[in-house]
């Protein structure tokens, strides 16, 4: 897998954007970037991938740079229940996903 | 619509008894994994199964076997369990193996604590 970087935390007031962030600098032109989160003690949860298109569902929004090197994650109005970690991943084609540490988002009231 | 159903959801076992964890999905997947994730840590692949009647280890199989039994159900065996076993174990699936473009589904998961 690309290496991903992600800072180990951050927080956001509830109602706010949460943005977080993820470096990919080696990612190649065919991997799309994955992210998940993991609520304290249930299983990994897909929210969205992309290749080089910014996308959107109903959890949130991907925004990846022109180069591709780095992504954003924007949950556009957190609530508490956004508390996690959450994990960016970039798999490589017949490879299998690889989980980091990811990044624990706090959500405060 | 169940998805990912992992049993038992918690088991706690003596050094060297064995046990079974169960899983089945419900979507027609074709590839299925079992991960373990230790406190602060990631994920970490235990073995996987990119088609029925496939089996392959992923990054720390030692100490475990696994069984495709058919296309729904994926079990995963300790022999002879030790205390570095203590851990959370997450069964998946996804429709194709490998795949850049494949996402996966995750069980609740099983907490097993080895004495």
């Known amino acids: 897998d690309a290496k991903t970087t992600q800072p180990p935390s951050m927080d956001c007031a509830e109602g706010r954007a949460a943005n977080l962030p993820c470096n990919h600098s080696t990612i190649s032109g065919n991997e799309y970037v994955y992210w998940y989160r993991q609520i304290h003690s249930q299983g990994p949860q897909y929210i969205i991938h992309?290749?080089?298109n910014n996308e959107t569902n109903e959890m949130a929004s991907l925004i990846i740079t022109e180069d591709r090197k780095s992504s954003t994650l924007i949950l556009p109005h957190a609530t508490l229940r956004d508390t996690a970690v959450y994990y960016c991943?970039?798999?490589?084609?017949?490879?299998?996903?690889?989980f980091g540490k990811g990044i624990t988002l706090s959500v405060r009231p | 619509n169940a998805g990912v159903t992992q049993t038992p959801k918690f088991q706690v076992l003596k050094t060297g008894q064995s046990m079974t964890l169960q899983c089945a999905q419900d979507?027609?997947?074709?590839?299925m994994y079992w991960y373990r994730q230790d406190p602060g840590m990631g994920l970490r692949l235990i073995y996987y199964s990119a088609s029925e009647g496939t089996t392959d280890k992923g990054e720390v199989p030692n100490g475990y076997n696994v069984s495709r039994l058919n296309k729904r159900e994926f079990s995963l065996r300790l022999e002879s369990a030790a205390p570095s076993q203590t851990s959370v174990y997450f069964c998946?699936?996804?429709?194709?193996?490998?795949?850049?473009?494949?996402?996966?589904?995750f069980g609740s998961g099983t907490q097993l604590s080895v004495l």
């Open positions: 992309g290749l080089k």
């Open positions: 998946a699936s996804s429709e194709y193996w490998g795949g850049s473009n494949e996402k996966l589904f």
């Open positions: 979507m027609n997947h074709n590839s």
């Open positions: 991943i970039v798999p490589l084609a017949n490879s299998k996903l690889t």
